[in-house]
């Protein structure tokens, strides 16, 4: 069946460093890729997405691109601030929505 | 910008207790999920509605939860008996179509069992 594995958590970098969050998946069809964030005690916030293969999502200097060579969604961030902690989920979906565990990020000062 | 309501936020019971949630979905979005998140992992699809029918429950734990959305619009989750093992957030999601398409979250309801 379809999952998504993510990179585990937590991350925790000083603000303005770069971030990357590895996501890869599995997936019999050609689904869409999406990261989500939830900050706490609120529901998730869909964050970026992407549909078909090469396609790349961005939002708020957020970026991932589809890479279907490497089953891959890598979440990328070129300079973090402190308001960008949260967990982040990696999801697909095809027939269903399937997500990834959730990274934790903690930006610092 | 339209969203996902639900009802109530937190909700602290006692075991063997009944619990209900409830979910307005964002308007005309066909759609509708329940998912349970417990800490520290992602959501889990409970059930998943189109329209007023159930399209996907194969996850729950139907000898105690039991969902409807007689409408086609705002849907209830209810939990009878509560356990402690139930303890989690309960996510409600919409979309316009089926398939593939972005996922709108509510808020959450954060229940508690004791």
């Known amino acids: 069946g379809n999952s998504v594995t993510q990179m585990e958590g937590p991350v925790t970098l000083s603000e303005e460093a770069f971030l990357t969050i590895n996501c890869t998946y599995t997936?019999?069809?050609?689904?869409?890729l999406f990261w989500y964030v939830q900050y706490p005690g609120e529901g998730l916030q869909l964050l970026l997405k992407?549909?078909?293969?090469?396609d790349k999502g961005s939002n708020k200097g957020f970026e991932a691109t589809y890479r279907k060579e490497t089953t891959s969604f890598h979440l990328e961030k070129g300079s973090v601030q402190v308001s960008d902690s949260a967990v982040y989920f990696c999801?697909?979906?095809?027939?269903?929505?399937?997500f990834g565990a959730g990274t934790r990020l903690t930006v610092k000062p | 910008e339209a969203e996902v309501a639900q009802s109530p936020r937190y909700k602290i019971t006692e075991k063997s207790q009944a619990v209900a949630f409830w979910c307005d979905p964002i308007s005309g979005h066909a759609t509708l999920y329940w998912y349970r998140q417990i800490l520290g992992q992602g959501p889990e699809l409970l059930v998943q509605f189109q329209d007023e029918s159930v399209v996907d429950d194969s996850q729950l734990p139907k000898d105690r939860f039991s969902a409807e959305r007689l409408k086609g619009v705002d849907s209830t989750l209810k939990i009878q008996p509560a356990e402690l093992g139930d303890s989690a957030m309960y996510l409600c999601a919409s979309t316009a179509n089926r398939a593939g398409d972005t996922q709108y979250f509510g808020p959450g309801t954060r229940l508690t069992v004791l």
């Open positions: 997936a019999t069809g050609y689904p869409s």
């Open positions: 999801a697909l979906s095809d027939n269903d929505m399937r």
């Open positions: 992407a549909t078909k293969a090469d």
